[in-house]
């Protein structure tokens, strides 16, 4: 049973273009989490969605962010229009249920130039 | 105030001895309780539960307090590679997010 799988794991966009960060939970997982860690700080909570539903975008950004978990295939965080304080290490969890234990993959490093 | 608050340290611990730290909650509904550990620009790894009765796993004891709304690490017999940040989790009912606190640094030292 692989564990929670993130693409890429290293992503350098230029100000102004897109980045998609892939998250593939493990098998048996409906639940998605989203988190980003800025340098020297804390887990901060993004998105929580099951499939095809997101459930809490509470700390999502209102502008340029998106995410999304389709009935098939891994779940996608969109930034678009990128700007120099969205680089961070993105963190995807996965979990059967919401009260479970969630299990991180190994994030998608995300650099703004 | 923020939902999960944790020390952020660091605790510096002689290798061998022990070291406890707290996490308190603010929401009284919170049902669900975790330890993670994460090390240096590494994802977070599930360390254990925190169950009503409290949980030991090796060196590690979890303790949960509801009527305090807080939960507990201690490590015992600290080793060099327990340096780490722990962070600790809260979650409601399902259908509610993991929410994070912001970490404990660790840092044993020989």
């Known amino acids: 049973n692989a564990g929670v799988m993130q693409n890429p794991r290293h992503l350098v966009r230029r100000r102004g273009q897109e980045a998609r960060l892939r998250c593939s939970p493990m098998k048996g997982h409906s639940h998605v989490y989203w988190y980003r860690q800025l340098p020297e700080e804390g887990l901060k909570f993004m998105v929580y969605l099951q499939k095809e539903n997101i459930i809490d975008e509470s700390g999502m950004p209102k502008e340029r962010f998106s995410a999304e978990f389709p009935k098939e295939g891994p779940s996608i965080l969109r930034i678009q229009q990128v700007v120099r304080g969205d680089s961070a290490a993105y963190f995807c969890a996965s979990s059967p249920t919401a009260t479970f234990e969630a299990f991180f993959g190994q994030g998608t490093r995300l650099t703004v130039v | 105030r923020k939902e999960v608050e944790q020390d952020p340290g660091p605790f510096n611990v002689p290798e061998g001895a022990t070291v406890a730290f707290n996490c308190t909650y603010s929401n009284s509904a919170s049902q669900s309780f975790f330890w993670y550990r994460q090390d240096c620009r590494k994802e977070p790894k599930l360390l254990m539960s925190?169950?009503?009765s409290g949980n030991e796993d090796g060196r590690f004891t979890a303790q949960l307090n509801r009527a305090s709304q807080y939960i507990s690490l201690l490590i015992r017999d600290s080793k060099l590679s327990d340096s780490a940040t722990y962070l600790c989790?809260?979650?409601?009912?399902?259908?509610?997010?993991?929410?994070f606190g912001g970490g404990t640094r660790v840092l044993v030292k020989p």
């Open positions: 989790v809260a979650s409601r009912a399902a259908g509610n997010k993991l929410t």
């Open positions: 925190v169950y009503s």
